[in-house]
DNA sequence: GTAAAAAAACCGTCTGGACGGTATGTCTTG
DNA sequence: CAAGACATACCGTCCAGACGGTTTTTTTAC
């Protein structure tokens, strides 16, 4: 029992835990069958009291949606931070982070699931896109070739084969067409070396 | 008022004209927004003139993939046949006949936007794994490389940044995206010449 | 410090509407 | 007149959100 002898009420940690929720039930049945009375069983507490903390069930996706994003942006800048090299750096880590994922770890999957979840409302669409414009204004003078253009084509494909566990999903495809692509690179001055560090 | 005078019944134009509008719903809706009343609506049928043809919502969308996948299918075979370059065959034809769809163009904008709808849910991503697979197994002998793997992925992320309207989209991004793979693919017999080529 | 007051956190129930699906017609066509 | 093509009316269910109450926490007042 967790309601054992001391109620620390912790309404932030309940916040957490209802997005958790959601994002679970998201990843195992799909968006379109997200109800709030799910999440709030799931969560262990009534419809009520997750109204309360999110007044709509919009409200509760865009603030997984916020979460993500914000998830994602923060990888990525962890990237790039120690990154000296120049050419594509905010594509290459882009195509990181989605590499570096790991669908085995239920907590990686379920962030990475949001994201395509979410995309195939084009009201979260835009919110991804106007993100995705931002960091690209950002890095404008680093990110604007072809070859950037291609290595970010080529991570949200490989973030949709993940996802959809195509054929080429998997970390034995998965390595092999990041092996490609770092080969490709070394003759352009790519280097896709940090994208296989994990943590700093 | 269409139904003035004359009426030809012709069964065949109405489930047709059915499946074209549910498609047309999704693409602006979401899949999760689509209700057999809208769809019976826009039709300028009833819903039960809908459900006449279409035992259930589930059968309409099914309907509507079957149909999707069976066009992307005729569109492969249509680039395969005339080419005389065995290398990733498949997988060429496959980045050719997505980065040739005009987005300009309703009917083709339709059904690409479809699949991502549909890959949204499991179990039409399951279906759509399943027609890839078999392709696949049909062309193992020449599909089975990492630039093979690397074209279908770039593939997948043009369509979904296409769909989305993201920065990537759009027909410089492409040609930018088309032109390098190409110069890539020059120097490892890969040409994508026939990309460009719409009709015969 | 402590009691009163206010606010926030949370619960359980209810409802109005939407939506998928059915049942029963009517009309057209062959 | 038989069968398919469609319309109309209706049912059962599900679900988002509203509402009113109860408990816990924080603030205020003394």
């Not at 994002?23 to 379109?32: K, M």
């Not at 799931?42 to 069930?57: E, I, N, P, Q, R």
């Not at 120049?86 to 880590?93: G, L, Y």
């Amino acid at each position: 029992m967790l309601t054992s002898h001391q109620r620390k009420n912790d309404p932030e940690a309940l916040r957490a835990r209802l997005l958790d929720c959601a994002a679970s039930l998201i990843t195992e049945e799909g968006l379109p069958a997200l109800t709030l009375d799910k999440v709030a069983r799931l969560a262990g507490v009534s419809k009520g009291g997750l109204l309360h903390h999110f007044a709509s069930k919009q409200a509760l996706i865009d603030g997984l949606f916020a979460q993500v994003v914000a998830w994602f942006n923060g990888r990525v800048d962890a990237l790039i931070a120690p990154d000296r090299n120049a050419s594509a750096r905010f594509s290459r880590a882009y195509l990181a982070v989605i590499a570096a994922i790991d669908m085995d770890e239920p907590e990686q999957r379920r962030l990475a699931v949001l994201i395509l979840m979410l995309s195939s409302d084009p009201h979260h669409c835009a919110r991804w896109n106007a993100w995705v414009e931002a960091r690209l204004e950002r890095h404008r003078s680093t990110d604007r070739s072809p070859l950037a253009r291609t290595l970010r084509l080529a991570a949200d494909g490989l973030w949709l084969s993940e996802l959809g566990g195509g054929p080429d999903s998997g970390l034995e495809a998965r390595s092999q067409v990041l092996g490609f692509l770092e080969s490709l690179g070394s003759g352009t001055a790519l280097s896709l070396a940090t994208a296989k560090a994990g943590e700093p």
